[in-house]
């Protein structure tokens, strides 16, 4: 089995990090929360003291960070993960970021000999949790014909979507589309309830109709309406609303750069950072119900 630098244990990466120990591969795990290296500590993985000790004698590199400038700051630069890691090392990026971001770390890579894929991620901590999580991948199809099996532990799809920065491109697209749905699905419910319907008829009446859609199915955001979804336990879980906007912000500066007209998308933008201003940018991005329900 591979030896694997895991770096960045949060709310996705502690479960992938899990994943991979439990298919047999042997970790060495970085985070900058204590806590959450000696929790993989107690289930078999190496504690390392920083990222380049995490790195040491690793085949494989793979972060979850939270944006672009931690990515930046792990890989490039004289003190960057990649003037350090041997030629040959294969990374997986699987943080969420701008894609020509990605692609900088890309050429980067490729200059010191270094395989590198640009793979975010969706399916939320249930799917890290569950290893159903459905992989992006930007990069060479060499390259990721020899990651597929780190993948599959951790993943149950996953798609090709084309050169250096393409999963970040592809990441973004679905985000945005996540987000208008989120929202659509709030101010709908939000009109039922209003006008006299139960939220739960509404709610699966709309799943079963035209409006039918990916919230609908696995996480309404009207409190009661699914006992496991975000909403029904106070919008804890799950992905913050701060990720939603940061996502939404790169959808728009993709968009930008390629000349692309996406006002649903600007809208969504624009109602998520109203959320951080309400101080419920930790919250689960589904808490955007209540700006349809609080006056």
């Not at 494989?60 to 944006?67: C, E, F, H, T």
């Not at 079963?208 to 496991?228: A, C, D, F, H």
């Not at 728009?252 to 750069?257: P, V």
């Not at 007209?261 to 991005?285: E, N, V």
């Amino acid at each position: 089995m591979s030896q694997i630098a895991f770096i960045g244990l949060g709310h996705m990466g502690l479960p992938m990090a899990r994943n991979l120990l439990k298919a047999g591969h042997h970790l060495k795990v970085f985070d900058l929360l204590p806590a959450a290296i000696d929790e993989l500590a107690k289930e078999g993985a190496q504690p390392a003291s920083s990222a380049l000790d995490a790195i040491a004698q690793a085949d494989v590199v793979i972060s979850m960070l939270p944006a672009s400038r931690h990515v930046e700051g792990l890989y490039l630069g004289a003190d960057g993960l990649l003037n350090a890691l041997k030629t040959g090392t294969l990374v997986l990026e699987c943080s969420t970021i701008a894609p020509q971001v990605a692609r900088n770390v890309h050429h980067a890579a490729q200059e010191r000999g270094i395989e590198l894929l640009d793979a975010p991620v969706s399916g939320g901590t249930a799917g890290a949790a569950a290893g159903t999580l459905t992989f992006m991948v930007g990069g060479a199809a060499k390259v990721l014909a020899k990651a597929r099996p780190l993948f599959e532990a951790m993943g149950r799809n996953i798609f090709h979507a084309g050169p250096e920065g393409a999963g970040q491109v592809a990441k973004v697209c679905n985000n945005q589309v996540l987000a208008v749905q989120m929202i659509a699905t709030a101010e709908a419910m939000a009109m039922g309830v209003a006008n006299g319907l139960e939220p739960v008829v509404l709610a699966e009446i709309m799943r079963q109709s035209s409006g039918g859609n990916w919230t609908l199915e696995k996480y309404n955001p009207w409190p009661g309406v699914m006992e496991n979804a975000p909403a029904s336990k106070g919008y804890s879980g799950g992905f913050m609303a701060e990720l939603m906007a940061k996502d939404l912000g790169l959808a728009q500066e993709t968009a930008q750069a390629s000349g692309n007209s996406t006002p649903m998308g600007a809208l969504a933008l624009q109602l998520y950072r109203l959320l951080l201003k309400q101080g419920k940018g930790k919250q689960d991005f589904s808490v955007v119900q209540q700006l349809f329900t609080e006056q």
